[in-house]
């Protein structure tokens, strides 16, 4: 059991948050399916280190957004673990066996945004110059510092997963003397 | 070798409840009934410090090292 009744109110604050993101991030892919965001032109602006044929057809733009949604739906997973710690914090469970299941949980679902993040930007570079003229075709990849700080964020809550899994052990045999 | 918990007896000799004496340490009473049982991983020495004086006893009368069956 949580003691410190501080954790339990900032839990409720953070977990806010967490609903904020939870809700934003599908409004925004549908922002952009909604606002001609599959446009050539709209993903020219979004792709500009690449050239892009204005004859570019609608359904590449779907795919393209398809693709960019495994990372997103990743982040989401992420979000949702993140709020399920939270509810278990605001009622007291701290150090249990659930609870470092859904620390490990978090670290695996940024681990999978960022991959699928990295792994998104070559596909989509290929669909968009598909439709280019031969030579004109191209394929990009990056790195960037968000998909760095998921990967790092993500590899360091598995660990505290795995410590959390031996915390719990430990806690139980503690419980365990009277 | 293991160690067998005679808190049962002390308690009768004592005549004291188990209830009473979680009440008095400050443990709870299923507590007290895994430790009756020695179901217990082990006792710290600030609880065990607690039973005697309230029982008046030794640690000796309440832990006994008998051999493993």
Same mark, same amino acid.
């Given at each position: 059991?949580?003691?410190?009744?501080?954790?339990?109110?900032?839990?409720?604050?953070?977990?806010?948050?967490?609903?904020?993101?939870?809700?934003?991030?599908?409004?925004?892919?549908?922002?952009?399916?909604?606002?001609?965001?599959?446009?050539?032109?709209?993903?020219?602006?979004?792709?500009?280190?690449?050239?892009?044929?204005?004859?570019?057809?609608?359904?590449?733009?779907?795919?393209?957004?398809?693709?960019?949604?495994?990372?997103?739906?990743?982040?989401?997973?992420?979000?949702?673990?993140?709020?399920?710690?939270?509810?278990?914090? #605001?009622?007291?469970? =701290? +150090?249990?066996?659930? &609870?470092?299941?859904?620390?490990?949980?978090?670290?695996?679902? *940024? $681990? %999978?945004?960022?991959?699928?993040?990295?792994?998104?930007?070559?596909?989509?570079?290929?669909?968009?110059?598909?439709?280019?003229?031969?030579? #004109?075709?191209?394929? =990009? +990849?990056?790195?960037? &510092?968000?998909?760095?700080?998921?990967?790092?964020?993500?590899? *360091? $809550? %598995?660990?505290?997963?795995?410590?959390?899994?031996?915390?719990?052990?430990?806690?139980?045999?503690?419980?365990?003397?009277? | 070798?293991?160690?067998?918990?005679?808190?049962?007896?002390?308690?009768?000799?004592?005549?004291?409840?188990?209830?009473?004496?979680?009440?008095?340490?400050?443990?709870?009473?299923?507590?007290?009934?895994?430790?009756?049982?020695?179901?217990?991983?082990?006792?710290?020495?600030?609880?065990?410090?607690?039973?005697?004086?309230?029982?008046?006893?030794?640690?000796?009368?309440?832990?006994?090292?008998?051999?493993?069956?």
């Amino acid at each position: 059991m949580l003691y410190d009744p501080r954790l339990a109110r900032l839990a409720r604050i953070m977990n806010v948050g967490v609903w904020v993101g939870l809700m934003s991030l599908p409004l925004s892919f549908f922002w952009v399916v909604f606002t001609d965001g599959l446009a050539a032109a709209a993903l020219s602006d979004a792709f500009s280190e690449i050239h892009i044929s204005p004859d570019m057809p609608l359904a590449t733009g779907v795919a393209v957004l398809a693709v960019g949604s495994f990372a997103l739906i990743a982040a989401m997973a992420a979000l949702w673990h993140m709020h399920r710690l939270l509810m278990c914090y #605001q009622s007291g469970e =701290a +150090i249990s066996p659930r &609870t470092a299941r859904i620390i490990l949980r978090i670290g695996q679902s *940024l $681990l %999978v945004a960022a991959l699928m993040s990295i792994l998104s930007v070559p596909i989509q570079t290929v669909l968009l110059t598909l439709h280019n003229p031969t030579g #004109q075709r191209s394929v =990009a +990849i990056g790195i960037d &510092t968000q998909d760095m700080g998921f990967v790092l964020a993500g590899g *360091l $809550l %598995v660990l505290i997963g795995w410590v959390m899994r031996e915390a719990v052990g430990l806690a139980e045999d503690n419980a365990a003397i009277v | 070798m293991q160690i067998v918990v005679r808190l049962d007896v002390m308690l009768a000799l004592r005549k004291m409840k188990s209830k009473d004496l979680a009440q008095i340490v400050g443990i709870t009473e299923q507590n007290i009934s895994l430790l009756k049982s020695g179901k217990v991983k082990g006792i710290r020495f600030e609880t065990l410090a607690k039973i005697c004086e309230v029982l008046e006893c030794q640690p000796g009368d309440l832990l006994e090292a008998v051999e493993e069956a």
